[in-house]
């Protein structure tokens, strides 16, 4: 199966996780309180330190392994399955811990049980996605999430709408249709691999070497994400319910469009590697350029309607988001940016640079959240956010110089710069930034001048997109 290919049915998988999070996450804050919501995204955000602790950088180390034949995905199965399945019951007993010791209202309590467990079958599910992933199988991951997301998301309609469903009946509808797909992929693999399995080699010395292998997988995997979450249940425990949901309903869109950066992540990833062998830095410049441009007009696109798309998605009740979301959307810019320079540095082999940069994200982010959040209150919670990743950023990008050369400010990216901040500032004067045409108009700006910027590639993508649709299951 071919890259493009694979990109296709990755996009595919990526969009439909994001719209479905995105789209529930604006049906519950419209339909149930603030404290329900706050309560909920609180737990939601737990349930993702479950999955990133229980998943313990298996997937992206069984990828590497079995596409380099260290291992075959059987082995690999047979000699990790138990330890991802200890590391889940370790999690389990610890979440009674937390719960007592930090005295967690009694709804909050509930849907942290529910989506903790449904996102360690969803760490199991994407570890069965790993194994086909290792074997270049990838529309397995795709059709089984889309369906899922289709299922989550038109049941939660269905119950919100018609059967007025308390708010831990939609986290029951997570845990539901992620054990069903856990369940269906292991399936899938069990009836695909059943012969492999049974000659299989289980082997303590190949579970060590397993183990000691995803060390360093499982450092940078968890904490180049956890400080985005720990920040949520930092405030939820120092603020209150409330707080959280005005908090989260920023930030839950700043992670949305973050997602979109996965694409050329997982795109150019094989490529950069490839290159970077010959020393040919060609490649890794111009992701720079193109996560920077679309960093920045993403940015300004969220900073520019802030105010606009809060109360468009959220109602009028979440006003005090839109001066969070203000701030939080530089994140973006720097998010997207820091990304390619850690992409280039982790195809490069310097995977050690990066997990000692997380390490120090989550404790510079933990420490300045808990001193600040209860002195200065919520912004600060968004102004940590935001001096954490610059830093990360700042570190990158100052490894790439040191390592390869590359050089984040040129002539293009300063002309992209100017000619945004003379959008903005007339779009501001003009208070085109508060109607729904205005934003329309930015976008089709933005898209003009990026087409500018990269008619080559657009026109390379288009092509893809029109030839790999009708072949996706050839």
Not at 95 to 110: G, N
Not at 147 to 174: E, H, R
Not at 178 to 194: E, H, P, Q, S, T
Not at 302 to 322: E, H, N, W
Request: proline share 1%; glycine share 4%.
């Amino acid at each position: 199966m071919s890259l493009k290919k694979n990109t296709f049915l990755s996009s595919i998988t990526i969009f439909s996780r994001m719209l479905t999070g995105t789209i529930l996450l604006f049906l519950l804050a419209r339909h149930y309180s603030l404290q329900e919501f706050g309560s909920f995204t609180y737990a939601f955000a737990f349930g993702s330190i479950a999955f990133l602790l229980t998943n313990f950088g298996y997937n992206l180390f069984t990828v590497r392994e079995i596409s380099r034949s260290h291992i075959s995905a059987s082995n690999a199965f047979i000699n990790t399955i138990f330890i991802k399945t200890f590391i889940s019951l370790l999690f389990v007993i610890a979440i009674p811990i937390y719960i007592h010791l930090l005295k967690i209202d009694h709804l909050t309590s509930t849907l942290i049980w529910i989506l903790s467990i449904a996102f360690i079958f969803n760490s199991f599910q994407q570890y069965v996605n790993a194994l086909f992933k290792g074997t270049n199988i990838f529309h397995y991951e795709s059709i089984i999430s889309f369906w899922q997301n289709i299922f989550i998301i038109l049941s939660a309609v269905i119950c919100i709408f018609f059967f007025k469903t308390s708010i831990v009946g939609i986290a029951f509808l997570y845990l539901i249709g992620y054990v069903i797909g856990a369940l269906i992929n292991l399936d899938l693999f069990l009836r695909k691999n059943i012969q492999e399995i049974k000659h299989a080699k289980f082997s303590f010395g190949m579970q060590k070497a397993l183990f000691s292998g995803v060390i360093l997988f499982a450092l940078h995997s968890i904490f180049l994400k956890i400080y985005f979450e720990t920040d949520t249940l930092i405030v939820g425990n120092l603020l209150g319910s409330t707080d959280v949901a005005y908090f989260q309903a920023a930030m839950k869109l700043v992670v949305a469009v973050m997602f979109i950066s996965e694409i050329p992540f997982n795109s150019f990833y094989p490529t950069i590697s490839r290159t970077l062998a010959k020393n040919d830095y060609s490649k890794s410049i111009y992701l720079v350029k193109l996560m920077c441009t679309a960093g920045i007009f993403l940015t300004a696109f969220m900073v520019l309607f802030s105010k606009l798309i809060i109360t468009a998605l959220y109602g009028q009740r979440f006003q005090f988001s839109a001066n969070l979301l203000f701030f939080a959307a530089f994140i973006i810019f720097i998010r997207f940016t820091a990304g390619a320079f850690g992409l280039i540095l982790s195809a490069g082999g310097y995977q050690g640079i990066q997990v000692s940069a997380a390490l120090s994200a989550t404790f510079v982010s933990i420490m300045l959240n808990l001193y600040l959040i209860p002195v200065f209150g919520l912004f600060m919670a968004v102004f940590t956010s935001l001096i954490v990743n610059l830093l990360i950023f700042l570190f990158y990008y100052y490894q790439c110089m040191k390592q390869f050369h590359i050089n984040f400010i040129n002539k293009e990216i300063l002309t992209i710069i100017a000619i945004i901040t003379i959008m903005a500032s007339l779009f501001n004067f003009a208070k085109l930034n508060e109607t729904v045409l205005g934003a329309i108009f930015f976008v089709f700006l933005a898209v003009f001048i990026v087409f500018l910027y990269f008619r080559k590639e657009i026109k390379n993508i288009l092509n893809s997109m029109l030839v790999f649709p009708v072949k996706i299951f050839s």
